[in-house]
């Protein structure tokens, strides 16, 4: 069976670390699996992933001292992965650790990248309150019409997605900005998306860091990626409803 490596960014998620492994664990029952955190905390979280390590052995930690960055650290965790696939989520809980099995399922029917999105029948963005989403909901349009790649992906600027390893196989990946996934979605190497829905969920605990530093590097990467991108790619985007989801898993039968 193949193995995903969910990686998972972490700065002062002392009171999530624990709830997120454990949902995890139980998403991918009978799936193999390990959970990388890389980690710039300054509170406690570090300590708190060496007692989940203590009990489950497929959880790993990468603590960096001294150093801070969304897309450096989920780069760092491409690059330490050892699965076949590889997953990015955030430590927080809004994005559901059930939808890591959709995702795996997505990708053994055949897609090379499967996108969770908020904005398909079946989802919901009802975790942000109304200025988060306008503000998201710009960056969105910004993005789809900067890069043609983006243009038929509904959720394009979230954190969370699974990939096949060989989608970023050789892909001029740079560490910039908090959105990794459009880096992804602009240079890696793939011709099938499925999308599926998922509901997002309200931050439980902790402190978001986003701020408008994250807005600027966002800007400053999609003009990037408009000079580094390829200008033309054929892909297919599917879209999976929720029965189809559940068809899909069925089939699968784990
Ligand atoms: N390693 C590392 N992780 C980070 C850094 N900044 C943020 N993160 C993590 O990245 C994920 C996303 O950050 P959030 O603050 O939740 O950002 P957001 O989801 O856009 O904002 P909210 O909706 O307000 O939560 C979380 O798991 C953070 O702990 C960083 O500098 N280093
Ligand atoms: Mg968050």
Redesign the pocket.
């Known amino acids: 069976m193949r193995m995903v490596s969910v990686v ?6 002392a009171d ?1 670390v624990g709830t997120l492994a454990n949902q995890i664990d139980y998403a991918l029952r009978g799936i193999p699996y390990e959970i990388i955190f ?4 300054n509170d406690d979280t570090p300590d708190r992933i060496r007692r989940i390590m203590e009990e489950n052995p497929y959880v790993r930690l990468e603590h ?1 001292i001294g ?4 897309a ?3 780069l760092k965790g491409f690059w330490l992965s050892e699965g076949d696939y590889i997953a990015v ?4 809980l ?1 994005h559901p650790p059930t939808v890591l099995r959709s995702m795996y399922i997505a990708l053994e029917h055949g897609a090379e990248i499967c996108i969770p999105s908020r904005f398909i029948k079946g989802g919901s963005d009802g ?2 309150g109304p200025y ?1 989403k306008l503000v ?1 909901g710009v960056a969105r349009y910004i993005g789809k019409f900067s890069l043609p790649c983006l243009r038929h992906i509904s959720d394009p600027t979230s ?1 969370l997605f699974m990939f096949r390893r060989e989608v970023i196989e050789g892909a001029p990946l740079q560490p910039i900005g ?1 959105k990794i996934m459009v880096e992804v979605l602009a240079l890696g190497s793939y011709t099938k998306v499925i999308e599926i829905p998922y509901q997002f969920q309200a ?1 439980p605990t ?5 701020s408008s530093r ?1 807005t600027i590097e966002y800007l400053a990467q999609i003009k990037g990626l408009r000079k580094r991108a390829p200008s033309h790619r054929e892909t297919r985007v599917i879209r999976w409803t929720v029965d189809k989801m559940k068809e899909a898993e069925e089939k699968y039968g784990f």
Do not use: H, Y
């Open positions: 998972v960014p972490t700065f002062n998620e999530n890389v980690d710039d905390s960096r150093e801070t960055g969304l450096t650290a989920v989520m955030d430590a927080d809004q975790g942000l988060r998201s954190g908090w931050r902790g402190e978001s860091k986003l994250v």
